[in-house]
T-cell receptor
């Protein structure tokens, strides 16, 4: 499976600011995904990011709050804008979701705390 | 009703025991099924995909029951290192790339 890295691994931010999270893959992939995992909760899909097209957002998530870039087949960014304490969460990118089995593989995550 | 439901546990079993988890899903159009393992403060790691005929990987056996809409995971001869949260996940025919996760079952193996 692909090797996925994320930056930063963690951050503490003040409310009202924005943070951009980077996701880098060691091979070209068509589909990349961004998830959120709030404390004690399971994973929730924020959006799907395909290179060359606008990201597709899930219900409850909007582009103004979570703008996503996908400039090439190995990289994506997720920005958490105008943060509030409710945005404190782990943000994970994943790749896969295609082929025969649609398996997805996750990056190590970014632990965000908003004060 | 949640799309994917799991017993949150925790399951606390002695080393060497056999433990089984079930996971139910609500959408009969679900296409692919998975078990992920998540250690504390780590990302989920794919444990195994679940196939219609059932599949086994060492001490781990996964089963799919489409009629009753559940998947199961059996762990035999449990090890201390099996302690983790186990997440089941499904995809839908309508959007095969979108994975819906259950809330996870916590397993703790005691010496």
């Amino acid at each position: 499976s692909a090797v996925i890295s994320q930056k930063p691994s963690r951050d503490i931010c003040q409310r009202g600011t924005s943070l951009t999270i980077q996701c880098q893959v060691d091979s070209q992939v068509t589909m990349m995904f961004w998830y959120r995992q709030q404390p004690g909760q399971s994973l929730t899909l924020i959006a799907t990011a395909n290179q060359g097209s606008e990201a597709t957002y899930e219900s409850g998530f909007v582009i103004d709050k979570f703008p996503i870039s996908r400039p090439n087949l190995t990289f994506s960014t997720l920005t958490v804008s105008n943060m509030s304490p409710e945005d404190s969460s782990i943000y994970l990118c994943s790749v896969g979701g295609e082929g025969i089995s649609y398996e997805q593989y996750f990056g190590p995550g970014t632990r965000l705390t908003v004060t | 009703r949640k799309e994917v439901e799991q017993d949150p546990g925790p399951f606390n079993v002695p080393e060497g025991a056999t433990v089984a988890f079930n996971c139910t899903y609500s959408n009969s159009a679900s296409q692919s099924f998975f078990w992920y393992r998540q250690d504390c403060r780590k990302e989920p790691k794919l444990l195994m995909s679940v196939y219609s005929s059932g599949n086994e990987d060492g001490r781990f056996t996964a089963q799919l029951n489409r009629a009753s809409q559940y998947i199961s995971l059996l762990i035999r001869d449990s090890k201390l290192s099996d302690s983790a949260t186990y997440l089941c996940a499904v995809t839908l025919y309508s959007s095969a790339s979108k994975i819906i996760f259950g809330s996870g079952t916590r397993l703790s193996i005691r010496p």
